[in-house]
T-cell receptor
Framework: GAGVSQSPRYKVAKRGQDVALRCDPI?????LFWYQQALGQGPEFLTY????????KSGLPSDRFFAERPEGSVSTLKIQRTQQEDSAVYLC??????????????FGPGTRLTVL | GENVEQHPSTLSVQEGDSAVIKCTYS??????FPWYKQELGKRPQLIID?????GEKKDQRIAVTLNKTAKHFSLHITETQPEDSAVYFC?????????????FGKGTLLTVNP
């Protein structure tokens, strides 16, 4: 079956522009995560959804970052007034998490954001 | 919060040799420990994982060991092949609550020389 997909794969933005990154999780996966991966680093947690509920947004770097998953499937990560330090790969992951049991997170290919 | 340290940051081995990557974690409540392989420009892919009720798990040439007391876990790859060359990430998660976010190490760049 289809894996996690993300679009666009590459995005170049001028400093100050707003961007929107899309994630299509694996069908039926309850849990959806966003991570930020800087060059040469491991992914870092941004936010987590269980169905449409955003249960944890503690990793969002600032109030310029906003994420939503209104119907419990597709998710969008929006970054307002982009800055150069926002340049990174943004990874989306989904998981069929059972209550109280962590399961494999399936990652998308990522969106590489470059802010000039 | 959880902190995961990973060593070494780079590892170069000859084809056929073994490779070992080590990680430590800080939160004793963590109980799920996956390892991901990421090739250049590609998505991270799970290669093996272990839960805290198990001390060791093996899948063909790959094995993971966990020492809960010392809070460290290791990835062992035997009979390495050039296609094993990639960046490997360890991670930790607590699955007792409702948020299974992963905390990753900084990665190990493994190079297998033919």
């Amino acid at each position: 079956g289809a894996g996690v997909s993300q679009s666009p794969r590459y995005k170049v933005a001028k400093r100050g522009q707003d961007v929107a990154l899309r994630c299509d999780p694996i069908s039926g996966h309850v849990s959806l995560f966003w991570y930020q991966q800087a060059l040469g680093q491991g992914p870092e947690f941004l936010t987590y959804f269980q169905n449409e509920a955003q249960l944890d947004k503690s990793g969002l770097p600032s109030d310029r970052f906003f994420a939503e998953r209104p119907e419990g499937s597709v998710s969008t990560l929006k970054i307002q007034r982009t800055q150069q330090e926002d340049s990174a790969v943004y990874l989306c992951a989904s998981s069929h998490s059972l209550a109280g049991v962590a399961n494999e997170q399936f990652f998308g290919p990522g969106t590489r954001l470059t802010v000039l | 919060g959880e902190n995961v340290e990973q060593h070494p940051s780079t590892l170069s081995v000859q084809e056929g040799d073994s490779a070992v990557i080590k990680c430590t974690y800080s939160d004793s409540a963590s109980n799920y420990f996956p390892w991901y392989k990421q090739e250049l420009g590609k998505r991270p892919q799970l290669i093996i994982d272990i839960r805290s009720n198990v001390g060791e798990k093996k899948d063909q040439r790959i094995a993971v060991t966990l020492n809960k007391t010392a809070k460290h876990f290791s990835l062992h790859i035997t009979e390495t092949q050039p296609e094993d060359s990639a960046v490997y990430f360890c991670a930790a998660s607590y699955s007792g609550g409702s948020n299974y976010k992963l905390t990753f190490g900084k990665g190990t760049l493994l190079t297998v020389n033919p």
